[in-house]
């Protein structure tokens, strides 16, 4: 789908949200053109550059730098495989490596039927279930192997697939629409699920009298 009518009244919603500092609203706009086109066009940098008033280049420089914004089209399904040293060693690097074989591609490619792109990523501050994934961005904890040939083939057959921390997987663009801030109404799915793996760390610090981040130690 092409950049609408819709899409420059939606960046200039955006816009509006940051009236002392126009610029500041290019993340989010990027994020939505790529919930329209699957990713940023040369399109959307032109569009982006003329409502911001600044030039392509210096779009261009943001859209470059960030790896969350992509300059080919992005599959239905983007998978993410953490493979920073601890989910790498636990498992990441094997279940990058079936994903590849099993859909026969490779890094940052999409494949022919445009239903998955894969990546790698880097540590995504969820350790505490290595080997992490993410599936349109929404976190898919404790994988293995085998887990990630089920969550393919469940969403390869259209059928329903949950976030390990509750929320439905919906799809790329979906999400790129809810990270460029307009709301999915899916901001309490999942509730709060920081369980006592999660605290463990937390918990011993504070059992020893480790000051936390305002230096106190409630
Ligand atoms: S190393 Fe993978 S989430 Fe931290």
Redesign the pocket.
């Known amino acids: 789908m092409a950049l609408t009518e819709e899409t420059r009244t939606e960046l200039l919603e955006i816009i509006k949200r940051y009236p002392d500092q126009a610029r500041s609203a290019l993340n989010p706009m990027l994020h939505l053109t790529q919930s329209v086109e699957g990713y940023v066009s040369p399109e959307a940098i032109e569009l982006c550059a003329e409502l911001l008033e600044l030039t392509p280049a210096e779009v261009s420089a943001v859209a470059t730098f960030y790896t969350m914004y992509k300059r080919r089209p992005v599959g239905k399904h983007l998978i993410g495989v953490?493979?920073?040293?601890?989910?790498?060693i636990l498992g990441?690097d094997e279940i990058f490596s079936s994903l590849c074989s099993d859909l026969g591609i490779g890094n940052d490619e999409t494949t022919e039927d445009g239903m998955f792109s894969i990546e790698k990523i880097?540590?995504?501050?969820?350790?505490t279930y290595?080997?992490?994934t993410t599936v349109d961005w929404e976190f898919m904890d404790d994988m293995s192997v085998d887990k990630m040939r089920d969550v393919v083939a469940k969403l390869r057959a259209g059928e329903t697939v949950e976030s390990t921390r509750g929320p439905v997987i919906r799809d790329f663009r979906a999400t790129e629409r809810t990270i460029a801030g307009f709301d999915d109404g899916l901001g309490n799915a999942g509730g709060n699920n920081a369980d006592a793996v999660m605290l463990a760390g937390l918990n011993v610090a504070k059992a020893n009298g480790m000051p936390d981040v305002d230096g106190g130690n409630k």
């Open positions: 953490c493979v920073n040293p601890q989910c790498g990441g880097e540590c995504q501050a969820a350790c290595a080997p992490s």
